[in-house]
């Protein structure tokens, strides 16, 4: 099922998501209702607070429309280990017409379950990184933008808020 996308400021966003401990048939379902709107969305990855459900599940797949799909499911995933600089273009589906470079680590493994409860580690480069970084940061309730200078931050909440009006 294909959920609607939540947007800043809503304030969901800025929550922390509960880790899972037991993969049940909704978190399931939900792992698939993620990846059905991160595809139709399009995007590259989506955390589960940005469909309203704060629960510690991601979903990446970077291969874009026109490859195979290369889904990543991950539950309760963390960081091990991070490395290098990379200054990367990001969007986000929560942080809609808006995009700016934001400072990641280059490289990092991280480690979390799969659907079936088995534990895996990754190890990524390039925008696989950014996109574990920049999905973990929505379960702590970070925003890309949270990670951009004061006054780019700015330029964007005031945009929004002229949007609203």
């Not at 925008?127 to 200078?149: N, Y």
């Amino acid at each position: 099922m294909i959920h609607s996308i939540i947007t800043f400021p809503d304030p969901i966003l800025k929550q922390k998501s509960a880790p899972v401990h037991i993969i049940t048939d909704e978190v399931i379902q939900l792992a698939r209702d993620m990846a059905e709107t991160m595809y139709d969305a399009p995007g590259v990855g989506l955390a589960a607070p940005q469909i309203g459900v704060l629960k510690r599940v991601i979903v990446i797949d970077i291969a874009g429309k026109n490859e195979l799909p290369e889904l990543i499911t991950v539950i309760n995933p963390v960081i091990l280990n991070a490395e290098g600089e990379v200054y990367e273009e990001e969007g986000c589906l929560s942080v809609p017409d808006y995009s700016a470079n934001v400072k990641r680590y280059a490289k990092v493994t991280a480690k979390g379950l799969t659907i079936d409860g088995k534990e895996q580690v990754w190890h990524a480069d390039g925008l696989l990184a950014v996109a574990f970084q920049h999905e973990i940061d929505h379960l702590e309730g970070i925003l890309f933008i949270d990670r951009l200078s004061p006054l780019k931050r700015e330029l964007y909440i005031k945009k929004i808020k002229k949007r609203a009006v």
